[in-house]
């Protein structure tokens, strides 16, 4: 089996995984106990539940250096918090949409449902996506998106820190 992209070939990317405590989390660590192969770009920060999380966590995490940002919850109707994933649904499609606006890649960001007992979908979950990201590449810096703009308006660069 070959490997994953960024397992032990040294180009990992910076790739952040919301996961919901109840469902996705468990997911993820049965495919852990089960050993099953994962891509190692993958940092998950563990949520009691996608509804619990804000658009602007995403926004945030991209703008600041993240490549690419998942967010997995627990299947639709399968909520602990009965209504959570509903609303997480509504807000990450109006966020999925309004991406390209801010100027990054809607293919940055994905999310979707994985139970606690779906290891080897999450498997799968994790593997496409970090093939994904690898294809797209390591995202543009928003200072480096800011430089090229103002240099293809013809405006100067000021320096707001005191270095010139």
Do not use: W
């Given at each position: 089996m070959p490997?994953?992209?960024?397992?032990?070939?040294?180009?990992?990317?910076?790739?952040?995984?919301?996961?919901c405590n109840w469902c996705s989390y468990g997911g993820a660590d049965s495919a852990g106990v089960a050993r099953l192969?994962?891509?190692?770009?993958?940092?998950?920060?563990?949520?009691?539940c996608t509804g619990r999380i804000d658009p602007l966590f995403i926004v945030?995490?991209?703008?600041?250096?993240?490549?690419?940002v998942l967010v997995s919850g627990c299947h639709p109707g399968d909520c602990h918090y009965v209504e959570g994933n509903f609303h997480a649904r509504r807000r990450l499609e109006t966020l999925k949409r309004i991406l390209p606006v801010t100027g990054i890649n809607p293919d940055r960001f994905m999310y979707t449902w994985v139970s606690a007992s779906e290891s080897g979908r999450w498997q799968e979950v994790v593997r496409e996506f970090t093939a994904r990201i690898h294809t797209l590449g390591p995202a543009p810096r928003m200072s480096d998106t800011l430089t090229e703009t103002l240099a293809a308006e013809g405006l100067p660069m000021q320096a707001t820190n005191g270095v010139k």
């Open positions: 490997a994953s992209p960024g397992v032990d070939s040294g180009n990992e990317l910076r790739i952040l995984g919301f996961l192969e994962q891509p190692t770009d993958l940092r998950i920060i563990r949520t009691p945030r995490a991209l703008i600041n250096g993240a490549d690419g």
